[in-house]
Structure formats: C-alpha cells, structure tokens
C-alpha cells in the first residue's frame, strides 16, 4: 500500500486536472456507474467522527474518507483509503486536507462550466477562508473571469484575500464592505461559509447569475435565503440522498412549501446531456455542493496513479 503525505497530494493534484477528474466521474455518475455513501457523523465526547464512501467503475476503485472534528480549534485530519475493485487490495492511504479542499472547488468548476453563461466575466465570493481559494481558481478555470469582489465579516482576512488572489490568478480582486456589494454585479456567486444564517439577500442577484452554494453540509447551516431558492429556475446537487441529509437551505425551504425535491436534478445527468444546465440566458441557476465521498475516490485514484508513475509516496507492508 502506497502512503502518500500532504505535500505530495498538493503537488500531484492541480486544480485544471482535478476538474477534468470530476467531469469523468459525473459522467460516471451520470449513468448509473457509481455508488455513493451519504456522509455519517459519528458523535463523540467531544466532537463529531465523519465517515463518507463512494465507488466509481471508471476508475476502477472504491474508497472512504475518514475525519474527526474534535473541537478546540484544531483542523480535521482527513484521511482516504482506496481499494482496487478488482483485486479487493487496499491501494493507498494518503492524507486528505488538501485534496478535499481541491476537489470541492474542482466540483464547483464543473457545475460552473455546465451550467454558469458562457460569457461570465465576474465574480462574487462570500468567505474569505482556504476553502474559498479553490472555489475562486475553479470558476476562474472553466470560465474568462476579469473582476471578481470578496466579502467576509473579517476586513482583514477579505483583505488579505483579495491580495493573495490577485496574485495568484492574475485577476482583479477586491474587497467590499457588503455581501450585496459582492453578489450585485456578479455573472457568478459562490458562498464557502459555516454560517447558520443566509449571507446575502436573494433580491440582489441579477438575472442570469449562477450560484455555487458550499460552505453548508449540515442541517442546522443556511447559506441561502428563502427568495434566493425560490428566484432559482435550476437547482443542481452533487448526490441528493445525501442533499436531504445535509442541505440547510433546502431543507428549510423545504418546510416552508418554497421549494419541492421533485424540482432538483444531480450534476451527473447534466454532464451527460439529460439535463440542460441552463435554461436560458437570464436563468438564475443553483449548485449545492455538500462534498461526496466518490469525489475523494476519484481525486485519489489520480492522485494515486499519478504518484506511482513518479516515484512519489511511500509503500508499506501490511
């Protein structure tokens, strides 16, 4: 078995090839080619144990991720373990913070490029932490972005942000003192946030304007306000049994009668073209992403093929 650090995922995983990963696997998932374990939290005296699975047939591999958040501050160590489907042997163990944090951006790149306008140029960002750079890159690569605006409740860190980012994507990033001064001129809003209320008001987007909603995975967040769901005319998910499990917003528009699950289709019957991902131009369209165990699967399958095709990892005997 091949153990494979931090570093080595980083340097393995760039963010163009991680999209390209995900776009096969929801192809994959498109029809009917994979299966996917709904994300189990596990409490704990302190904290909550999280455990998340998935197969994919065309990569060959089935696999879980493995995390606790034991509060205090301390970042989760996550972990994935991948098996061969056809040998049943376990392939590789590799830490997992950085490519959960590349491949949920890559997620939402994928659901940008099927479903935001061809011609976006801008776009609005609702949280300033390492999640958010993903996001950022991810729409920047499947799309021609220009301008893009950053609000946080943190003047610093949203600062901080939109220096690094211009920087490092080449693009006009600012600052604003609003969450409606990001999302006013904005061809596509992403939110990455824990916050248990919506971030912005759903009358400021424009028509036309693509959402990428991923910062809640669990029942008690809410990115979103009631208006924005009820004003989206496509609502997309990465797996919706586990979008019934985790999603706040449409859960609670849910009670509310502002939203019915018939109305929601999963990423992978756009990818294929059973879906459209926009109805038209001045749709207002809606991703939520809770992050899905075979998208760790198939991030770490390329990660673990492309390790050994370099001599990167380190095997082990068990």
């Given at each position: 078995m091949l153990l494979i650090n931090e570093d080595e995922v980083?340097?393995?995983?760039?963010?163009?090839?991680?999209?390209?990963?995900?776009?096969?696997?929801?192809?994959?998932?498109?029809?009917?080619?994979?299966?996917?374990?709904s994300r189990y939290r596990m409490s704990l005296p302190k904290g909550l144990h999280h455990n998340l699975a998935g197969m994919s047939m065309?990569?060959?591999a089935s696999g879980l991720k493995t995390y606790v958040s034991a509060g205090g501050g301390s970042p989760a160590k996550m972990l994935v373990l991948i098996y061969s489907m056809e040998t049943g042997e376990p392939l590789t163990l590799m830490s997992a913070n950085a490519l959960g944090q590349i491949r949920t951006g890559a997620a939402s790149g994928v659901a940008s490029n099927y479903m935001a306008r061809e011609n976006a140029q801008t776009v609005g960002v609702i949280g300033s932490g390492y999640q958010a750079e993903t996001q950022l890159a991810a729409v920047c690569g499947v799309r021609s972005i220009t301008q893009a605006w950053?609000?946080?409740?943190?003047?610093?860190?949203?600062?901080?942000?939109a220096e690094r980012m211009t920087a490092q994507l080449g693009?006009?990033?600012?600052?604003?003192?609003?969450?409606?001064a990001a999302v006013a001129e904005s061809d596509v809003v992403i939110t990455i946030t824990n916050s248990r209320e919506p971030v912005f008001n759903g009358d400021s987007l424009r028509p036309g304007t693509h959402i990428n909603a991923a910062g809640s995975n669990h029942w008690?967040?809410?990115?979103?306000?009631?208006?924005?769901?009820?004003?989206?005319?496509?609502?997309?998910?990465?797996?919706?049994?586990?979008?019934?499990?985790?999603?706040?917003?449409?859960?609670?528009?849910?009670?509310?009668?502002a939203f019915r699950w018939e109305q929601v289709i999963e990423l992978g019957t756009v990818v294929v073209g059973a879906h459209k991902g926009r109805p038209s131009e001045n749709a207002i369209t809606l991703f939520e992403s809770q992050g899905i165990g075979i998208e760790d699967v198939a991030a770490g399958m390329h990660v673990y093929q492309k390790a050994i095709a370099q001599g990167l990892g380190r095997q082990v005997e068990l």
């Open positions: 980083r340097q393995l995983l760039p963010m163009d090839e991680c999209i390209d990963v995900l776009d096969r696997l929801f192809a994959d998932a498109g029809q009917g080619q994979t299966a996917n374990v065309a990569f060959g950053v609000y946080s409740r943190a003047p610093e860190k949203r600062d901080s942000f693009i006009s990033v600012a600052a604003v003192e609003t969450p409606e008690i967040r809410r990115e979103l306000d009631e208006t924005t769901i009820r004003r989206s005319d496509l609502i997309v998910v990465d797996d919706l049994p586990q979008a019934k499990i985790e999603c706040g917003e449409l859960l609670w528009a849910h009670e509310r009668r």
